[in-house]
Each structure stands twice: as structure tokens, then as C-alpha cells.
């Protein structure tokens, strides 16, 4: 087949013409001015944890129109750039890629799953962004994926669930633990921690078996777990896996003889699983809105987000919010958006701005704070009245030292 | 570990595999009589799952939404078949998988577009709420019930395709389409027919398994592939091989559970594999 | 099996065209990041064209539908990475190491899978890439499981003394254009080659083709192992872009991009893969811009792929080549098909 000089120039200029088609209609549908301070902010828009995502973009949402109502951050607009993520690390990396190649933002804030978090935060180190992490982790604060610019607004599993094992075991139900945890680092971190204080308080650990994350049918893990007779169940996992796992739990008698301990149970994944299963079932928490009661900067932040979201905001939101508050008045108080000045100015803050005082901890950014221990009300009081406070732990006695963490 | 411990990894097992057994029937059918492997299959589980859950909600009777989960996939199948797949019979194995997989994409994306993506609630309903002495221990009302559904489907099904003209067209057509023609059966009628029944299965699977596993965009994804595994394992175009595959790969996967955990996901592709080098047609397959 | 394709064998080419199309090609290399918006998303264009035309080798050409193509992406991924980590970050050795793992790997599931037809060959492949899956899954001391595997050195080219680190997303996209250039015009030989037009011959009619004399289960292997080394080397490069290996890379629905991609584009002709590539890739940062989209772009991207399947069945360069045929003045029977 020949191929005339005529057809070849027709073809390069088709291609051509090709090619510039989705550049052109970029530049159209993407009008935003140059001049903003944007914020880049991955999110599990979709899969398991989605609920409690959308809770995150409420709360980061919240602080950043605050902010533009005040006039900006320096005199300019404030942007929130959201992206769903997936739930995936390869495509929070390529989210966080496009954010910054792409939309140029200033910072990155975010993030709820830790495998995802690990992967955004690769990147904004490559890139020398600052990431301010809502996400439980252990190893974000940790070499090698803690940098200058890494900063950690969520707790740790260490931090928490060393609080929720002390209370749990020296409560005096048992000393025989079984843990059943999601197989990824979410879950492994949570475990070792429990592990840690079972061998503190000399309590027996039964059993430990893994499970997929996002595995739905439990039924193959309980048996195995009713035959061990625990008294205490732990189930190391998040979003829709506690409402399924400890569903499935309860309807196999579970909750009759053993205590069910869950690190974290968001928001939305508590009103899913309702009274029934989780009544008397313990947790941890950053936040719980009742704290209002005792603490008059909860009441501030309740209403409002209530006000403006029609909803109480749940722990994760409250994190987005306190995270996203505390990079854009660092921007503020140095007045640029260098990440090195800006890091240094968030270094060592104390800040509370929805509930005590928090303050970022040196060596690793860590945002040491207050942990409240939760237990599952039988009868809810109203429709999100669903915990009782059994418990306030100063995040300062459950911190691992700068040392043990691997900072010199 | 104890006789009782033992037993109840059993029971698990059966009824892991029950789920699998309705919607590897519905795959197996869909590919003996088309000959076509439906990668939608997972979607039309979930769209059977949304459906049930809504009507659910509406209604606030389960078994009619057990009725019409089924019912409005089988429409949805034949329009399925009749507007997209029908027409790709003379082109091969290939864009009819490609069709389905394109489906797949659009159920599961439009689902995210009308519903958000997260699903809606779906509770075991009041009736078969709650726990029965099996004599080794205590055991959900509401499994029990899936295992009874899908006994009773399989018989459903056993009936329509032995003691039914419909079902006696479907068979001929699986064996020989172009003879079925010849003497005067409406093929097309047959063939989305049969794409229905297996869309309705798929369904009908889905709304069984919603109260156990939550209703989610995604929850068919799963459920497509292991639904593979089963219908290579018993034989396509089998009945009894879906059953027997269905509740075989059920246990096997209950019991790895137990002692190598490890493998317990990696085992049904190693079986699949197996199958398909040592004897292709599976246990009971006919090709 | 009937597949559609654009299925003209070729002949002697012509001098001209000997120059136009690698001249085309390195036009079109040069232009695609200067006009897309940001050069990572270039660079993600020419990893899913290269793992497409690997795909595109035993799908398009040989006929063979295998659902698991994401193991070899996933094998290069994970070893260029693994290797960057241990030992060394020097592209001139993770490259070819990723490359000889995807080929060994081809070797090993095509000798099994090639052993069945049709049907019971793609799902075999399925198996086959979901076991791999659950396995890396599983193995997380060494893959780093649901978290991935991080900390991977940036990669660099290392001849001597003389090195050249690949920091940004433009340095990646730098040697992806290069590697590119060179596959499709590597291709483009081997179509034309016995070997090339062996392969077709099984795609058209394997019976034939063994008539003839062909030992096609040999061939089809060959094509196996090929395919894999190329869809493994686009996984290396996506490692060297992302700096990341997440398990994703592994999943059936991995697999499933590629068959896209490379019906999109065409199946079984040259530029099919990357005229796909550029078409998905594309259409979903121009779908996610708009406002009332965004995250849902995949259900236009079905929409669009079932429009293809019913009307376009040969792809959009596929579509092209064919109406490109019918303006022609000689018979398309003795035409060829390598552009």
C-alpha cells in the first residue's frame, strides 16, 4: 500500500488536530484563577470507607470557607481541589501527581485509607509539598516516609489502641483476647499495638487471623473464634468491615460472653450497625460531638457544622477541619506559601479547634491530642446519641518517644 | 479442634457456596445456551441487591422484594439481550465478552451516577431475624433461610428446564440451535429467554446476600470472578455441576479458612486452574 | 473464532513509507506533552500504549483474548521496583530485568494456558492473573501487600561515571518516548517478518496454519512470551513515573484496561494501542474536568466501548485504516496494514 505525500500530510494534521482537542477543552473547563492558595485533597470518594469520606470533604470544606469568608489567607481565595482516590494507593499517586503537575496546588491535606496515605505522601515528598495526613498511621511519622513537609492530624493505631487495650483488659472482663484484624496496615498496626499491652498486662492472646480488606462475608473467621471462647474480641478494621464483621459477630452470639473492642468506629459506620450490634461494644475516638457537654470549643464546631451540613460532624470530618485550619493560619502567620517556612511555623504549635488543645510534636509532626474511649449505648439517646464517654486519655501517656520511633 | 467447631465450618461453608450456587447456575445457564461468558453477571448481582433493597424500603415486605428483584432482572436480561448481545451472536466469543464487560462498566458507573456510591441499607428482616439451636450451636435464622431459597431455586430451576416446554426449547437449543430451528422454535424467544433466566438468578442471588454483606456499587465484582471459578469447576451448561461445584468450593474455601488461611483465596484459583488442564469441561460439562 | 480485525497481511513496503511513518511517530511523541496539561499525564499515555501493544501482539495479531495481562504488568512493576530498592535504581538494569521476568512468566502461564482453546483459554488466563494476584496479596514482607511497595528510589540511567536521574515527570516521559518510538517500529518489523505473518495466519485460521506446516502451538507461545515481556517493560515504566507499585497493578481489572484500550484503538493494527491510549487516558481527564462528571467518567467510557463493539467493531484506528482502504485505487487484499 503506498501512501501518498498528500494522505501523509492529511494524517499528521488529523493527529494534530487530535491531540490538541483535549488540550483545548482542558483549558476551558478549568477557569480557576492563578493567584489562589489551593489545597489538593484525595479522598475515598468511592469504595467501603465513602460515608466517612464525604464527612472529610464536609469538614476541610468547612475550614476553607470560613477562611474565604475572612477575606482569604493573605488577601487570596482559598481553593479545596477534591479527588477521589478510589480507596487504591496507585491511583491516590497518580491523584496526587495531576494535583501538582497539573493544579499546581500549594499543599496537600487528606486522605482516609492508610495504604493510600503512605502512596500520596510518596509523591508530596518527591515534590516537597506539604501533607498534612488525616488518616491513621503509624508509619507516616516514621522514617523512611516521614519528611519535613509530612505532618499527621489523625492519632496513630499506636496511640490509640494501646489507650482502648489498657482500658479494655484492666477493665476486668478477661484476659483471653482474640483479634481479628483487616490485612493491610490499618489493621497491622492496630494489632501490634494490642499485642504490645497484652504482653504489658500479661493477658493471653488466643487468636490472631487476617482478613482481606473490604471482605464482606465473615462467616468463614467466627466459628473459629467461637470455639475459642475469648473474652475479649477485637476487630481491627474500618468502615463497612465493622459493621460487617461485627454484625456477622453478634448474630453468631459473639457479644453474649465476650467484649467486643473496635479501635475506631466512624460515624457512619456506627449508624449503619446500630444499637443492636453495637451496644456495649467499646472504641476510641479522636471526637465524639457529645464532648460539647464539657468542652465549649466542641459546642462551637458542632453548630457549625451542623448548620451548615445538616448533620453532626463525625471524628474524621473534625480532623479535616482542624487539619486544613491549621496549614492555612501557618500560611497566614509567615505570610508565604514556601512549605519549608510553613512547616517550621506548624512545628511545636499548640492550637484547639474543635475540641482541647492539641500541639504538633517536633520530631514528627505527630499532632499529640486528647483520646475519649467510647462504649455503645443499648438505647441510644436521639439518632446520633449512640456512645457513652467511659473514658479521656491524655494522648501524651499513650506516645511512643522520639527515639523508639526512629527520630534521633 | 472440637466436632462442633468442625461442624459449624461446615454449615458456614454450604452456605457461602448456596450464593455461589444460584449465581454460578445463572452463569452456567447464560453459557451453555449462548455460549457466552457473562462478564455483566457480577452487575446484574448487585443491581438484583439495589432492587431488593429498595423495594424493601418501599414496601416493607421482603418477600415481595425477593419476588420482584428477580423478576424485573429477567426483563432487564431480555432487553439486555434482545438490544446489545443478541446482535453479536455471528461475531464470536470475543465481542460478546467485550459487550458484557462494557455492560458491566455501565450498570456499575450508572448505579454510582442514580444512587451516590454508597448503597442503601439492607436489613435481615424481622422474621428471620435472630438465632436457632442447631443441637452444636447456635446458627443465624436468616443463612438458614438462603440455604432453604436456594434448595428450592435449584428445584425451580430443575423443574423449568425438565418438566416445561420452555425448558425443554432451552435445552434443545443448547444442544443443537440450528435442529431446534428446523423444527420450528422460535430461537430468539429462547435465547434471551435464557439470557433472562440467568440475569434473574444473578438477581436473585444478589438480593439473598444483601442483608448478609451490605448493598454496594462494587459488590459484584467479586463475586463475578469466584462465580467463574464454580461454573469451570462444575461444568458449563451443568446444573448439577453449579450445585455441586458451588457448595464443594464453598466448604473447600471454609475449611482453608481454618487451617492455611493463608491460601484460603489463592486455593479456588489453583482448583480453577487445575480443572481447566486436567479435565476442561469440568466436573459435569458436556462439551 | 471470527475477530474482526483489520486482517490484511502485508507486503514489501514502499521506501516512502519507510521514512513517513517513524517520522510521524516521533512528531506525534514530540507534540503529545506539549499539548496535554501536564507531562505525568503523557507519560501515563504511553505506559497503558506500551502495555496495550504487548496485549495487542497476542490479541490482535495471534487472536488469543487473555484476561490477565495485569500479572506481567504487575511482575515488571514489582521487580524494577523491588530491584530499585535492594539493589540498584540504574534503569539499564531494571529495565531488562523486568523484561526477562515478564518473559519467563509469559513462558510459564502461556505454556499452561495455551494448552486449551477459546473460552477455557481466557478464563485460565483469568485464573491465572487472580492467583498472582492473592498471592502478592498474601506475600506482603516482599510486595508490601494492600500498602504497596514504597521508598523506591528514583531511577536513573547509569553508563560509567555518567548518570541521568529521571526526577521529574518530563525525564520519565523522555525515556517513555524513546522506548516507545523504538517498540512500534520494532513491531512494525516484526509483523513483516515469517514470524509476524505467522502468527496472523494462526489468528485467521489455525487449522490452516498448522496445515500448512506451522508448528502453532510454538508460535503462539513465542507470541505469549513476547507479549508478556512487552506489557512487563510498560510496567517497569510506570514504576519509574509513579515511584509506586500498588497491588492494583495486579487486578483482573488491570487486564481489563488493556483489552479496552486496544479495542478502542483498533485491535490488530499497529497504532491501535496507542491511538487507544490516548482516547481512554484522554477521555477520562477531559471527562473528569467537567463538573456534573467528574469521578464517573468509566460509564461513558463503557458507553463509548459498547458504541464501538456494536458499530465501530475495528477501533478507531482500525475504523480509520479501513476507510483510508476504501479511497484507495488498488485491491485492499494486496495491500498492507502497518500504519
Not at chain 3, 492473573?129 to 501487600?145: N, S
Not at chain 3, 481512554?280 to 461513558?300: E, H, K, N, T
Amino acid at each position: 500500500m503506498r501512501i501518498t505525500r498528500r494522505e501523509f500530510l492529511r494524517e499528521v494534521v488529523a493527529g494534530g488536530a487530535a491531540l490538541a482537542i483535549p488540550g483545548t477543552l482542558r483549558s476551558i473547563a478549568h477557569a480557576a484563577p492563578r493567584e489562589s492558595i489551593r489545597i489538593g485533597f484525595p479522598a475515598p470518594l468511592t469504595g467501603a470507607f465513602a460515608d466517612e469520606a464525604n464527612y472529610m470533604v464536609q469538614g476541610a470544606t468547612l475550614a476553607v470557607e470560613e477562611f474565604n469568608r475572612a477575606g482569604g489567607v493573605l488577601g487570596r481565595p482559598v481553593e479545596l481541589l477534591v479527588r477521589d482516590d478510589r480507596l487504591s494507593p496507585d491511583e491516590g499517586a497518580r491523584r496526587a501527581l495531576e494535583l501538582i503537575e497539573r493544579e499546581r496546588v500549594h499543599f496537600l491535606a487528606g486522605v482516609l485509607s492508610a495504604a493510600v496515605q503512605l502512596a500520596v505522601n510518596e509523591v508530596a515528598k518527591r515534590h516537597r509539598r506539604i501533607f498534612v495526613s488525616t488518616s491513621q498511621s503509624d508509619k507516616i511519622v516514621m522514617p523512611p516516609d516521614f519528611s519535613p513537609w509530612t505532618f499527621h492530624e489523625a492519632l496513630t493505631p499506636w496511640m490509640t489502641s494501646t489507650a482502648l487495650a489498657r482500658y479494655v483488659l484492666r477493665e476486668g472482663r478477661g484476659k483471653r483476647v482474640y483479634i481479628l484484624y483487616a490485612d493491610y496496615a490499618y489493621g497491622q498496626e492496630h494489632t501490634a499495638a494490642w499485642r504490645r499491652v497484652i504482653g504489658e498486662v500479661g493477658a493471653t492472646l488466643v487468636g490472631v487471623d487476617p482478613h482481606p480488606l473490604g471482605t464482606t462475608d465473615y462467616s468463614a473467621y467466627l466459628p473459629k473464634i467461637v470455639a475459642a471462647r475469648p473474652d475479649v474480641l477485637v476487630l481491627n478494621n474500618f468502615g463497612r468491615d465493622i459493621v460487617n464483621s461485627a454484625k456477622q459477630a453478634v448474630e453468631l452470639g459473639l457479644k453474649q460472653r465476650t467484649q467486643i473492642a473496635v479501635p475506631i468506629i466512624p460515624t457512619a459506620a456506627a449508624l449503619e450497625a446500630g444499637p443492636e450490634v453495637l451496644g456495649d461494644v467499646v472504641c476510641a475516638s479522636s471526637y465524639w460531638w457529645e464532648i460539647q457537654e464539657r468542652i465549649p470549643k466542641a459546642k462551637e464546631f458542632n453548630t457549625k457544622f451542623s448548620r451548615r451540613f445538616n448533620r453532626v460532624p463525625s471524628d474524621y470530618a473534625a480532623y479535616a477541619y482542624s487539619g486544613v485550619r491549621e496549614l492555612l493560619e501557618a500560611v497566614q502567620r509567615t505570610g508565604t506559601t514556601d512549605s519549608d517556612r510553613v512547616a517550621k511555623a506548624m512545628e511545636g504549635r499548640r492550637y484547639a479547634h474543635y475540641k482541647d488543645t492539641q500541639y504538633w510534636r517536633a520530631c514528627d509532626h505527630q499532632s499529640v491530642q486528647t483520646i475519649f474511649l467510647l462504649r455503645g449505648r443499648e438505647r441510644p439517646r436521639g439518632p446520633y446519641g449512640l456512645f457513652d464517654i467511659v473514658a479521656t486519655v491524655d494522648g501524651e501517656r499513650v506516645i511512643p518517644s522520639c527515639e523508639a520511633l526512629g527520630h534521633r | 479442634m472440637s466436632a462442633q467447631a468442625l461442624l459449624l465450618q461446615l454449615v458456614t461453608g454450604v452456605v457461602v457456596g448456596a450464593i455461589w450456587v444460584i449465581v454460578a447456575i445463572g452463569l452456567s445457564l447464560i453459557f451453555g445456551i449462548l455460549r457466552i461468558v457473562n462478564f455483566a453477571h457480577g452487575a446484574f448481582y448487585m443491581l438484583g441487591a439495589y432492587l431488593a433493597a429498595f423495594a424493601v424500603g418501599w414496601t416493607g415486605h421482603f418477600w415481595l422484594a425477593l419476588l420482584v428483584a428477580p423478576l424485573s432482572m429477567a426483563a432487564l436480561g431480555v432487553l439486555v439481550e434482545r438490544g446489545l448481545v443478541g446482535r453479536l451472536y455471528g461475531r464470536g466469543l470475543v465481542y460478546s465478552v467485550l459487550a458484557t464487560y462494557a455492560v458491566s462498566l455501565v450498570v456499575i458507573e450508572g448505579v454510582k451516577i442514580l444512587w451516590g456510591t454508597v448503597g442503601p441499607q439492607f436489613r435481615v428482616p424481622a422474621e428471620l431475624a435472630g438465632m436457632v439451636n442447631l443441637g452444636f450451636s447456635f446458627f443465624p435464622k436468616y443463612r438458614l433461610f438462603v440455604l432453604l431459597a436456594t434448595a428450592l431455586t435449584v428445584l425451580g430451576v430443575w423443574w423449568w428446564l425438565y418438566r416445561t416446554p420452555m425448558g425443554l426449547f432451552v435445552r434443545a437449543a443448547s444442544q443443537d440451535p440450528l435442529m431446534t430451528q428446523a423444527l420450528g422454535v422460535d430461537i430468539s424467544r429462547v435465547l434471551a429467554g435464557a439470557f433472562g433466566a440467568g440475569v434473574a438468578l444473578a438477581g436473585l442471588g444478589g438480593a439473598l446476600a444483601g442483608p448478609l454483606r451490605g448493598v454496594f456499587p462494587e459488590m459484584g465484582l467479586d463475586i463475578l470472578v469466584e462465580s467463574f471459578v464454580v461454573v469451570v469447576i462444575g461444568g458449563m451448561g451443568s446444573l448439577l455441576g453449579a450445585v455441586v461445584a458451588g457448595l464443594l468450593v464453598g466448604v473447600v474455601q471454609s475449611f482453608t479458612f481454618l487451617w492455611a488461611p493463608v491460601f484460603a483465596h489463592v486455593v479456588l484459583f489453583l482448583l480453577m486452574i487445575a480443572t481447566l488442564l486436567v479435565r476442561p469441561q469440568g466436573l459435569f460439562g458436556t462439551e | 473464532m471470527e475477530l474482526k480485525v483489520s486482517s490484511q497481511l502485508l507486503t514489501a513496503r514502499r521506501p516512502l513509507e519507510a521514512v513517513f511513518f517513524p517520522v510521524a511517530l516521533a512528531a506525534f511523541l514530540v507534540l503529545l506533552p506539549v499539548v496535554l496539561p501536564y507531562e505525568a499525564l503523557a507519560a501515563q499515555i504511553l505506559v497503558y500504549a506500551l502495555f496495550s501493544l504487548g496485549y495487542n501482539l497476542l490479541f490482535g495479531y495471534t487472536g488469543l483474548l487473555s484476561f490477565g495481562h495485569a500479572a506481567f504488568f504487575g511482575l515488571g512493576s514489582y521487580t524494577a521496583g523491588l530491584l530499585a530498592r535492594k539493589v540498584t535504581a540504574n534503569v539499564l538494569w531494571t529495565l531488562p530485568a523486568a523484561i526477562a521476568v515478564g518473559a519467563v512468566g509469559g513462558a510459564v502461564v502461556g505454556f499452561f494456558c495455551l494448552r486449551r482453546r477459546g473460552d477455557y483459554f481466557s478464563l485460565m488466563t483469568l485464573a491465572f492473573g487472580q492467583l498472582l494476584y492473592f498471592i502478592a496479596h498474601q506475600w506482603r514482607e516482599v510486595t508490601g501487600g494492600d500498602d504497596g511497595l514504597r521508598g523506591i528510589p528514583v531511577a536513573h540511567v547509569q553508563v560509567g561515571p555518567w548518570a541521568y536521574g529521571l526526577e521529574s515527570s518530563r525525564d520519565v516521559y523522555l525515556l517513555l518516548a524513546l522506548l516507545t518510538f523504538g517498540a512500534f517500529l520494532g513491531f512494525r518489523r516484526l509483523l513483516r517478518s515469517p514470524f509476524g505473518t505467522a502468527l496472523q495466519a494462526i489468528r485467521e485460521n489455525e487449522l490452516r496454519a498448522e496445515a500448512v506446516g506451522y508448528n502453532t502451538f510454538r508460535l503462539k507461545l513465542w507470541a505469549f512470551v513476547l507479549s508478556a515481556a512487552v506489557s512487563s517493560a510498560a510496567g517497569a515504566l510506570n514504576v519509574y513515573l509513579l515511584k509506586f507499585v500498588g497491588l492494583n497493578s495486579l487486578h483482573w481489572t488491570t487486564s481489563g484496561y488493556a483489552v479496552l484500550i486496544t479495542i478502542l484503538g483498533g485491535a490488530g493494527t499497529l497504532l491501535g494501542p496507542l491511538v487507544g491510549a490516548l482516547a481512554f487516558v484522554g477521555l477520562q481527564d477531559v471527562l473528569s474536568a467537567i463538573p456534573a462528571i467528574v469521578d464517573r467518567w468509566p460509564f461513558f467510557v463503557g458507553l463509548l466501548f459498547i458504541v464501538c463493539v456494536l458499530v465501530f467493531p475495528y477501533g478507531i484506528w482500525g475504523t480509520v485504516e479501513r476507510v483510508q482502504a476504501r479511497f484507495r485505487k488498488q485491491a485492499p487484499a494486496l495491500g498492507g496494514s502497518e500504519s
